[in-house]
């Protein structure tokens, strides 16, 4: 069983009033055989946010064989969001496993440990970054038409994210990364339609999709059509093309998981349709050269 140790204070009062000395959570396996039994070690975090419901740090975990990952641990201290928890967990380990290193981050593992009644569940997954700071609509053309194709590919094997909004999208090496999957669903996409700039706007139900309708909505993309309200929709303002933008993008997406010529799924040169996904490389440090937490 491989261990997670956390030897550094952590700043969520929520779980240090229960826990105040070292972590050591357990490694769940629910989707997955059970890897070589390991013992990794945090010693230096970074608080990237403390919520309501998740305290979310930016942390160095050391590895049984030395390596070391630049890592978020997303910690749920109190066992209240275990089911949404649990949800984020079988994305990375089932249906959206092909995408991590690409569109998903590289996912480390679900780590926890009961401290009383409360079940602490950890998340540890590849540091992608800063959430994006501006809105959909204010992107570049590039970074525009590789998101579409990121969501797109998660669609192809049968996910919704269900929560796409700027602040669950990173961007390394030029190219999107989503995250925050609590809310995502299982999905057949029935697209039907191309993205071309400047062209009426479609209803959902001509689209195809809801979820990529909203997001293409949210870009701009698409001239004033049929009257359309989206329900918790925070973005009053009326989308508008912009002339930085190309004069128009053109996507095209054929869906459903498609087999490398080797015949079997490849994470990094993973297809979906007629769109092959981009490649990063993992981020990761190496055990003198990682920051520690200010």
């Known amino acids: 069983m491989t261990t997670l140790s956390i030897n550094c204070e952590l700043r969520c009062d929520r779980l240090m009033k229960r826990a105040p000395g070292a972590l050591v959570l357990e490694r769940v396996y629910d989707y997955e055989p059970p890897v070589a039994e390991e013992e990794w070690t945090v010693n230096a975090v970074e ?3 403390t919520g309501p419901r998740f305290c979310v740090f930016r942390a160095q975990i050391i590895r049984s064989d ?8 997303k910690i749920d201290p109190t066992g209240e969001c275990e089911a949404a928890c649990k949800n984020e967990l079988k994305v990375y380990q089932t249906k959206g496993k092909v995408l991590q ?4 981050p590289e996912f480390y593992g679900c780590f926890q440990v009961r401290i009383g009644a409360a079940m602490v569940t950890c998340l540890a997954m590849e540091y992608c970054g800063e959430p994006l700071k501006k809105d959909f609509d204010e992107l570049d053309s590039d970074l525009i038409g590789k998101l579409l194709i990121a969501v797109a590919a998660l669609h192809g094997w049968g996910l919704t994210h269900g929560d796409l ?7 390394v090496n030029e190219h999107p990364v989503l995250i925050d999957f609590e809310s995502s669903e299982s999905h057949t996409c029935g697209l039907r339609m191309q993205v071309i700039q400047g062209t009426t706007m479609p209803t959902p139900e001509e689209y ?5 309708h909203h997001l293409v909505w949210r870009m701009g993309l698409w001239e004033p059509g049929s009257p359309l309200c989206y329900q918790n929709n925070p973005y009053s303002k009326k989308t508008q093309i912009h002339s930085a933008l190309l004069r128009y993008i053109l996507i095209k ?12 799924y490849g994470r990094k040169q993973s297809q979906n349709g007629r769109g092959i996904i ?17």
């Open 66 to 73: 030395g390596d070391a990952l630049d890592a978020v641990l």
């Open 253 to 264: 997406i054929a869906f459903g998981p498609s087999r490398t010529s080797s015949g079997s």
């Open 101 to 104: 290193g690409t569109a998903l």
């Open 208 to 212: 195809g999709c809801t979820e990529l």
């Open 165 to 171: 909004y700027p602040r669950n999208v990173r961007v």
């Open 47 to 49: 608080t990237i946010q």
């Open 278 to 294: 981009w490649s990063r490389k993992r981020n990761s440090c190496s055990k003198n050269s990682a920051k520690s937490a200010s």
